[in-house]
């Protein structure tokens, strides 16, 4: 672990977002989406700040990289597929299921010792099979599934009790605070309770870019590099066949990246360079161009974000306009051509 005391935690406060990204019709303004977008060097330097990057907020579901690193840190095993499993938000796609039902029996455990929420599968065309043939909600087909079988697992490896798991004050969960602090680098604000059920820490958006550039930046064979390495090389156990954030690691070479509801979204590359995003409404169709054009900010060549420059708006079937990044974030080729 880092042994540099973390700064004090974020303020609570109502954030102070801005404008960063405006729906484009017919060459009107028609609406703008406000959030928070940091943007951080291979130096750890902020690059771009726009709005709010030092109030707490909650990452959701984009703090998986690190709550799987602490795992990894209290001893889980896992490698590969089952580990980027084990940081997924995940469709519930056969083989995300497959794999929760193999972490699960390494722990000598069912799908009846999850605590997390039952729900349909998050993917759509998944979620869709489902419902049409006639299947119920389930803890194993919810999207964080992976997660809490790797939770299980970690606790039945340390001794530590399995029915409370998500206990705040559980041995598991304190593991998990110790390394959100270690890795942001600052107190946790606040915990409270994510959609799924376990404990959810507050942070500022500038420190969860810095947890995953510490991710990225890991040596080889560190618990960070070990998780890092996993969600690269298989994104879409981390989060579906058909997700932007498979596809942006796919066309990224050696980004890290996650995406959370509520409209957050953290990524990170190889030298240390990262961005995160907090699109203020949770809008998704934000989320992937305000990412994308931050990421050129962190040096990524733009043409290969050309196709997360966010989809056409339609009318009468034809494009008409579409959402662009604020003048202050870069923008992509071929923006000024649907505007």
């Not at 809490?148 to 009790?161: E, F, P, Y």
């Not at 932007?244 to 995406?259: E, H």
């Amino acid at each position: 672990m880092n042994s540099t005391f973390p700064a004090a935690a974020p303020p609570v406060r109502e954030p102070l977002h801005a404008p960063v990204a405006h729906l484009v019709r017919g060459g009107v303004v028609e609406g703008v989406h406000y959030g928070s977008v940091v943007v951080l060097g291979a130096d750890g330097e902020v690059r771009l700040g726009l709005g709010d990057i030092e109030a707490a907020c909650y990452p959701r579901s984009a703090l998986k990289p690190v709550q799987a690193v602490a795992m990894v840190r209290a001893g889980l095993p896992l490698e590969g597929e089952l580990l980027s499993l084990a940081a997924a938000s995940h469709s519930g796609e056969e083989r995300h299921l497959a794999g929760a039902r193999r972490v699960l029996a390494g722990a000598g455990l069912t799908e009846d010792h999850l605590r997390n929420t039952q729900d349909l599968p998050f993917g759509r065309a998944v979620r869709e099979t489902w419902v049409r043939e006639g299947r119920p909600p389930s803890r194993l087909a919810q999207n964080c599934s992976g997660k809490h079988a790797a939770m299980l697992l970690t606790a039945r490896l340390n001794g530590w009790s399995l029915g409370d798991y998500l206990d705040p004050g559980h041995p598991l969960q304190r593991a998990i605070a110790e390394t959100v602090e270690d890795l942001t680098g600052q107190r946790v604000a606040e915990v409270t309770v994510d959609g799924c059920g376990a404990p959810l820490f507050a942070v500022s958006l500038y420190g969860l870019a810095r947890a995953a550039a510490r991710i990225t930046t890991a040596p080889p064979g560190t618990p960070e590099a070990r998780v890092a390495d996993a969600m690269r090389d298989h994104p879409r156990m981390a989060s579906g066949s058909d997700r932007d954030v498979a596809a942006l690691m796919g066309a990224v070479p050696g980004l890290l990246a996650k995406d959370g509801f509520e409209g957050v979204q953290v990524a990170a590359l190889p030298d240390g360079g990262a961005v995160a995003v907090k699109i203020s409404d949770g809008a998704a169709r934000a989320r992937v161009p305000v990412t994308a054009a931050a990421l050129a900010h962190a040096g990524v060549d733009p043409a290969a974000l050309a196709a997360f420059a966010g989809e056409p708006l339609l009318g009468g079937g034809l494009p008409v306009g579409a959402i662009h990044p604020v003048p202050a974030l870069e923008p992509l080729p071929g923006a000024a051509a649907r505007r």
